[in-house]
């Protein structure tokens, strides 16, 4: 055998080993990295992508998940905005604005209902956001939360910010607020409503984003949802349905397996044991995933 087809016989031998070793295959199939944007804050937002991380399901639905955090809600839609991450789940009022800013945003499916959005008051005689006339009213501006008050408050003939006095609070800062007698109410979602609860037995729910809007549309509506980028999905044309798949494992993790991810909650988020278990047994937190284009995920 000449020296030429020693180098032949021997080259196609390493082809073929690393064939049988699935290297090749290996890289083929590499993973693809969606990055998606979560808040330092003590909200449910963190806690779907500490989940899904936490029980594998990124690697199950065959994506790599990088979780990128910011310190404020502002800065959280900022970094979908310019392309920092793939994916958020956030206010289909919020994706309508940046839709019209000419971000290339695409809702892919349906998320948290908006029952865990309450505002709460301490004053047994408001009763209601009528009853806020004249008052104050503690409400992050920069979350979709403030977007469906006002419309709920204008559909009502109240001016919020004129009628109620606003006063820009985040989540935290808004319930503190309220403790400290500073404003007359504060809008809250879980995981704060459900410490509120256990803490507060005197404060009460003068609104529920769920029953608000259903009165005022027809429809329960959504809190938050999952977006993704234009260019993402060009990028990974299969993002959106693996992206999915795994939030309905997490969603299903929240409902069926409350305990180990109450458990995450502790660990990740510092939240109270037994605070995501009240959430969902309370049912202000339920997470629904159904892709968007379902058509009475699409109409709602």
Request: glycine letters at 8%; proline letters at 6%.
């Amino acid at each position: 055998m000449s020296s030429m087809s020693r180098r032949g016989v021997a080259a196609l031998a390493v082809c073929l080993a690393l064939a049988v070793s699935g290297l090749p295959a290996a890289q083929a199939q590499q993973k693809p990295v969606i990055k998606v944007s979560s808040l330092t804050l003590p909200v449910f937002n963190p806690l779907v992508w500490n989940v899904m991380k936490a029980r594998g399901f990124d690697a199950k639905h065959g994506f790599t998940l990088d979780i990128h955090p910011y310190p404020s809600i502002a800065a959280f839609y900022a970094g979908f905005a310019t392309g920092e991450t793939d994916v958020l789940i956030g206010g289909p009022t919020i994706f309508v604005k940046l839709a019209q800013q000419g971000v290339p945003v695409r809702i892919i499916g349906s998320g948290f209902t908006l029952a865990d959005l309450v505002i709460f008051a301490k004053d047994p005689k408001i009763k209601s956001l009528a009853d806020l006339k004249g008052k104050q009213l503690a409400i992050d501006m920069g979350g979709s939360q403030y977007q469906v008050v006002k419309i709920y408050c204008a559909a009502k003939g109240i001016d919020l910010g004129k009628d109620i006095t606003v006063v820009n609070a985040n989540f935290a800062v808004a319930r503190a607020q309220l403790e400290a007698g500073r404003v007359d109410a504060a809008l809250v979602i879980e995981p704060l409503a459900s410490i509120i609860t256990k803490q507060h037995a005197d404060w009460h729910s003068i609104f529920n984003g769920a029953e608000g809007w259903k009165e005022i549309t027809g429809e329960a509506g959504w809190e938050i949802v999952p977006a993704m980028r234009a260019d993402s999905i060009k990028r990974v044309p299969k993002a959106p349905q693996m992206l999915l798949a795994a939030l309905q494992d997490t969603a299903a993790e929240f409902e069926n397996n409350t305990a180990a991810a109450d458990k995450i909650a502790n660990e990740t988020l510092k939240l109270p044991p037994g605070i995501l278990t009240a959430a969902v047994e309370s049912k202000r937190l339920q997470m629904i995933v159904k892709p968007a284009w379902d058509p009475a995920v699409k109409k709602s």
